[in-house]
């Protein structure tokens, strides 16, 4: 039997690039779909005939029933966290169970990681998920005799000293900073045992076990969380995610060699945002956004705030950058998929996005959230604004409309957009293969 093939799958700028719903979408054409970075700090939204799942662990090719999927040991799993998603997967009618299998080296989310992470990690923005903290203790892996890297496979070998352990590094964790309320230890042990009884069949004992289906002629498709930008190595420093995101790091964190890669696929999509603090060059709003939206950690002008203090259609007038950059927020929807936070937005950059292509070897790439660029009809300008290499802010070049969208397929594509798809092919030097233009499956343009 001939070998099978991996392709991977990453975003290309700071996350919510809509990487889930293009995973779906081509989810058909592979055996397995597998997570290799990350934990439950990933928001991934699916939505497939009035199915609308808001994903966290489980890989988005959840909804293609045919696929196996599988969580690799470069991830961080937080055992409660996934236990409630797949209970909230199957209450809507899809199995997850008898798919879904985890590598017995995944590190587990423990209660003193998030403990940690909720207490001391507003600086950067972080969900308060404890997963910089899990990915710190995979590396400290012991001190002063306590194990702080649990992994799956202990589950396996002992389940009881695996919680006795998780709650002494809490206890410990909770020592040094006692003004700090800590949670019950009742509630922890209640949660954690109910959760691994329902996760400790899906973990694999085979450490091989994607490698070898793979090496019988299975096809893996390795969906990344986060996004490039926010690479623990590449991104700007502190202003990153715990994990790899880069798509090479889809061979070592989803446990299959990397002789089987067959391409990279990227995803982008045409009005940028970014969730918690950092650099984001083509901001609308530049740092008086940043600071907006950071309030009291993304929580003061969240979602529900914003839609009792404004008029979108009135913000979407204004010659102020951050006003605007609130209104397309707004009408586009661009809070965060978990908690509510909004993200920033800027407009499309040709510059960076031009660097992701060629520091991942991009093959070919989705553009996604194309729709919502309509939106700037309804601004001052009437034009689509992108940034181009050269410009130094959101003032690069823009796309002026022409007539009314109709948005069906790549040969009836408005010129607006196919004058963005050559700009964007030409500019970075890859193959757009196709655009988002709604959330639903249906709603994904092939261009090639």
Known sequence: MAAGFADVLIGLQYGDEGKGRIVDAIARDYNIVAR????????????????????????????????????????????????????????????????????????????????????????????????????????????????????????????????EQMLRNLENATKLYPSIERPKRSVIVQTISEAIELVRPLITTDPLYLSDAVEKGASVLFEGAQSYELDVARGIVPYVTASHTCAGYAYTGGDVPPKFH???????????????????????????????????????HNRDYEKKSYDAEKLLKSDDDFELGIGLRMVCGEYGTRTGRPRRIGVFDLEQLKKAVRANYIDELYLTRCDLLEHFRR????????????????????????????LQNAQSLPRELEKLVTMTEQSCGVTVRGIGVGPERSQLIECR
Request: hydrophobic share 40%; charged share 20%.
């Open 262 to 300: 067959r391409k990279t696929i990227g995803v982008a999509k045409t009005i940028m945002s970014r969730v918690g603090k950092g650099p984001f060059a083509s901001e609308l709003g530049g740092t008086r956004s940043e600071e907006y939206c950071m309030a009291e950690n993304g929580r003061r």
């Open 36 to 163: 290799f970075n990350g934990g439950a700090n990933a928001g991934h939204t699916v939505v497939v005939e009035g199915l609308n799942l808001a994903l966290a662990l489980i890989p988005s090719g959840v909804i293609n029933q045919s696929a196996s999927l599988y969580i690799g040991s470069g991830c961080v799993v937080d055992l409660a966290a996934l236990a409630k998603e797949i209970q909230m997967v199957e209450a809507a009618g899809l199995s997850v169970r008898p798919r879904l299998r985890i590598s017995p080296y995944t590190s587990i989310v423990q209660p003193h990681h998030i403990f940690l992470d909720r207490a001391f990690s507003s600086d950067i923005g972080t969900t308060g998920n404890g997963i910089g903290q899990a990915y710190a203790d995979r590396a400290l892996r012991m001190i002063a005799g306590e194990l702080l890297n649990i992994r799956c496979i202990d589950l396996l070998q002992n389940e009881f000293s695996v919680v």
């Open 379 to 406: 601004t001052k300008r009437a034009e689509i604004p992108l940034r181009t290499p050269g410009s130094s802010d959101t003032n690069g070049t823009s796309i002026a409309f022409e007539n009314a969208w109709e």
